[in-house]
């Protein structure tokens, strides 16, 4: 929404100026004698009748350019206002003076540590609010409040953390310098920090709709019974740049729709991104007004300290209000960079009614009219406002100054973001500016400060956090909670092979180790089966009546199969959660899950069901996210590999994604082809991250072919686990060669071990290997050893003691891209040849017979592969390699997969 459109009309445009004034003198009484409701009420009925006789109504989702709440609606805080300055004032120097002295370093490579001083600058008043007032540590009666921290404001944290006695000079000292494990994170990662960050917030747009999607887990939770989460609240502070990114927005109709009043974003309105204004032609708060009220959200705007409520009070005119709405963005910023004196001239100096509300006031009580975000009592006001709405999430929109305080070193500067080194004078100004007590003959050395323990800013300090529960931030990182894993037999219906006659697919097998699980009386209710509109898809429609659908309201329809057994039953305390076509809000509803050990100390088993080719590559973001916040669970991408999908097509069909799950370090993932392996692979993940609870998740692809399952063969659980068995020897013989697979092209393999023998006399034995990536980790950790060992016995990988023990060269097909089995390549025995058959290029719609020919991953292409691989190694003729292609009809001048 354009400036210009908030602009109210002039005079000029009203045809009877003398019965608008009617009107609105109308409007003030019933204000007046009958309070704000009876006007809404009126107001809410004369649009009604308004639209019964079709009057194009004007449309507006803004308020004026002013404070939500008048001074008389202000809660008052209940604090010390003069001691929560200073506190304020010593975290602003500490933050600042870690950042320089991090960036005064000169190593010998060069380079500059980085940091930021001017984001916490601009929110200090409102993180001492809600540290002070509002923030709920967990506690006995409390499961504590979650708060999205804005990362680049982490210097603030790590300041008020210094003063609590909670993070120390030295760790101080290390900030950004975490290698010797003495140091601070550049921003909130749990990883890094694991008993202090709880959400990762820097990689811009992702704390949004986790901390959503966050608010109604915990409303899921109480919904449910598995937890009290009535008193808890999830906040969330973003910078008004950040909200330009797609997720920032992109899940706000959910909150409101959901009516998630635990839910409040607080967006620090300094209109300045990194580069310069982030809407220098227009009002960036009366944008997000606009966006956040159309959605059903609470908005409270916080934009003038106490200083304006006496100009505005005396502004009969309106001319002060109209000045405000129409001065742009990019204006402010400048006229805050500037001095009073050109605030009087460029603002107030506008029109006479406005120079004439200042003209008692010097430039210097110009300069100190505070925007909204920089008045403690204001922002107090605000947070208690939204923190007691009910019935909507809220939004507060809080104008402040980056860099506030700063001085010409960076306030309001295009530059202060990137601000990380001050001069003497610049600290200077600032130590007096806000009243640090330290010496000129120490600021040299740039000194933190922190009083002593008896004083009463440091008694205050500690007896709000005490009387709020604990200090914060702060990370659980085990459940209380124990649970035993019930034993692998208990799957038996996957892991045992399929009756004469009968065919399933590995998706099928998921989902009748999850109907058994759910059976469990201890685990049942903690599975949370988390949906993307694809539950007919994979086969999950049984679960519909069975455990229900989450959604708040319930089912106040009567849903169109409903005299069918599996009918569409949503109900108020349903364990799926279903989230539409919308894998990045699926993924971040099971983030919330599989961290609630941590955020609610429940320990929860989600199971997120997609298409395989809408993950890592839609929601990579947030999978790298959720390693960093050290999730446990299953994601499990249905219908994966590039050729399994018949008739899909180029968007649907993946054959990476088991390298993109490959790039973080605490995803596990594999790519059965059976079964019993998805059995044990299941059986395992739900053993080590819920009884043994370790900070790994499981990334498992399924498969929608049908086809007959062998079983689990006893003995080989272990080798299942580490990504490589052998699933069916050769016969005896001289010419010998290792087939071996995942996933759907595993049975190709097994196709082609018939034909080797038949056509071409050579035995083969194969080997199914369910985890390439897994293979790729254990043999790059025994190379390493290695490296760091050279006196001690080397370590042999996985995959050379299972090949070590064979002859032949070794031929790897899979349904994904070479790279994800050429990764093995170094842990094959020396001198044996290794190929490589993957399915590189875009996918297309086809069968899966022409699919697989099309990519050379079929059984005829790993049959010429394992000739070839013979040949070179002499021991057949090259001729009979020519004449397996001849035979098998392959067309040598085809184009390569990849460029086709």
Request: contains cysteine.
């Amino acid at each position: 929404m354009s400036a210009e459109s908030q602009v109210p009309a002039g005079p000029a445009s009203d045809p009877d100026t003398q019965e608008t004034r009617e009107w609105k003198d109308a409007l003030a009484a019933v204000i007046q004698s009958g309070g704000p409701a009876r006007a809404h009420f009126l107001l809410e009925e004369l649009l009604e009748h308004a639209r019964q006789h079709s009057i194009d109504l004007p449309f507006s989702a803004t308020t004026g350019y002013v404070n939500t709440l008048e001074p008389e609606q202000e809660a008052r805080c209940p604090g010390n206002i003069a001691i929560e300055k200073r506190l304020r004032a010593y975290m602003r120097w500490n933050a600042m003076a870690m950042v320089v002295r991090a960036n005064r370093l000169h190593p010998a490579d060069g380079g500059d540590l980085g940091g930021h001083i001017g984001s916490f600058a601009s929110l200090a008043s409102m993180w001492g609010a809600g540290f002070n007032h509002f923030w709920h540590a967990e506690s006995e009666g409390h499961g504590g409040d979650c708060i999205y921290f804005q990362g680049h404001s982490a210097p603030g944290i790590y300041a008020r953390a210094f003063l609590e006695g909670r993070i120390t000079e030295e760790q101080l000292e290390n900030f950004r310098q975490e290698v010797d494990g003495k140091g601070l994170s550049s921003y909130p990662h749990p990883k890094l920090m694991p008993g202090f960050w709880q959400f990762p917030t820097v990689s811009m747009g992702l704390g949004p709709m986790m901390a959503i999607y966050q608010a109604r887990f915990l409303k899921y939770l109480h919904a449910r019974g598995i937890a009290d989460t009535a008193k808890r609240k999830v906040w969330i502070f973003l910078g008004d740049g950040e909200m330009d990114e797609p997720e920032s927005k992109g899940a706000i109709g959910l909150a409101a729709r959901e009516k998630l009043d635990n839910l409040i974003f607080v967006i620090n309105c300094n209109l300045q991104r990194l580069d310069g204004p982030v809407r220098g032609n227009g009002k960036i708060i009366q944008e997000l007004e606009g966006d956040f009220r159309g959605a059903g959200w609470n908005v409270i705007k916080v934009l003038w300290g106490k200083g304006w409520d006496e100009l505005l009070r005396r502004d009969t005119s309106g001319r002060l209000k109209q000045l405000m709405m129409e001065t742009l963005d990019g204006d402010y910023q400048t006229f805050r960079a500037m001095d009073g004196a050109y605030l009087r001239k460029h603002f107030f100096g506008k029109y006479p009614e406005t120079a004439k509300l200042v003209e008692h006031m010097t430039d210097d009580d110009l300069w100190e009219l505070r925007r909204g975000g920089h008045d403690p009592e204001k922002v107090f006001a605000a947070f208690h406002a939204a923190q007691h709405h009910q019935g909507q999430p809220t939004l507060l929109l809080v104008k402040t100054v980056k860099g506030y305080g700063m001085g010409k070193a960076g306030e309001a500067k295009n530059t202060v973001h990137q601000t990380k080194k001050l001069s003497d004078e610049d600290i200077k100004y600032i130590r007096d500016r806000f009243s640090i007590p330290i010496p000129d003959s120490e600021l040299e050395k740039l000194p933190y400060y922190k009083p002593a323990d008896d004083t009463p800013e440091m008694r205050y300090l500690h007896e709000r956090r005490k009387a709020l529960g604990g200090y914060l931030p702060q990370r659980r990182q085990q459940a209380d909670e124990h649970f035993t894993v019930p034993a692998l037999d208990t799957f038996k219906a996957v892991i045992e092979p399929t009756a004469e006659g009968r065919e399933i697919s590995t998706t099928q097998a998921y989902v009748r180790f999850l109907t058994q699980l759910l059976r469990d009386k201890a685990l049942g209710p903690r599975v949370v089966p988390i949906l993307v509109d694809e539950a007919r898809t994979f086969g999950m429609e049984g679960l519909f009546r069975q455990i229900g659908i989450y959604n708040p309201a319930g089912q106040r329809y009567t849903p169109v199969d409903r005299d069918q057994v599996m009918y569409y039953k949503e109900q108020t305390d349903g364990q799926i959660l279903q989230e539409g076509i919308n894998e990045a809000g699926g993924m971040c509803s099971w983030i919330a899950a599989a961290t609630s050990y941590s955020t609610n100390n429940r320990i929860m088993i989600p199971f997120f069901v997609y298409y395989s080719m809408f993950g890592f590559q839609r929601f990579g973001d947030f999978a790298w996210a959720a390693g960093d916040m050290q999730a446990r669970g299953f994601i499990l991408g249905g219908t994966s590999g590039r050729t399994t999908l018949n008739g899909e097509g180029l968007q649907h069909e993946d054959g990476h994604s088991h390298i993109l799950a490959n790039t973080i370090p605490n995803c596990v993932s594999y790519d059965p082809s059976f079964a019993h392996e998805v059995g044990v692979i299941m059986h395992h993940g739900l053993k080590r991250m819920v009884e043994k609870q370790e900070n790994v998740y499981f990334y498992i692809t399924l498969l929608n072919e049908n086809y007959a399952m062998p079983g689990l063969k006893a003995g080989t659980e272990e080798q299942i686990i580490k990504g490589m068995y052998l699933c069916n020897p050769g016969a005896e013989g001289d010419k010998r060669v290792q087939l071996l697979g995942s996933g759907s092209i595993l049975r190709e393999s097994l196709e082609a071990q018939k034909l080797l023998a038949a056509d071409w006399g050579v035995q083969a034995d194969v080997w199914s290997c369910p985890s390439f990536n897994e293979l790729t980790r254990e043999g790059q950790d025994a190379d390493r050893w290695n490296l760091l060992h050279p006196l001690e016995k080397p370590r042999v990988s996985f995959v050379a003691q299972q090949l070590g023990k064979t002859t032949g060269p070794v031929v790897a097909s899979t349904d994904y891209m070479k790279n994800y089995a050429e990764q093995i390549r170094p842990f094959i025995p020396a001198g044996r040849a290794y190929k490589v058959l993957g399915t590189d290029g875009f996918g297309r719609s086809d069968f899966r017979s022409k699919l697989r020919e099309h990519f050379e991953v079929n059984r005829h292409y790993i049959t010429v592969a394992a000739l070839s691989a013979l040949a070179e190694e002499g021991k057949l003729p090259k001729a009979k390699v020519a004449d397996a292609l001849k035979k098998y009809g392959i067309k040598t001048d085809k184009i390569n997969p990849l460029n086709a």
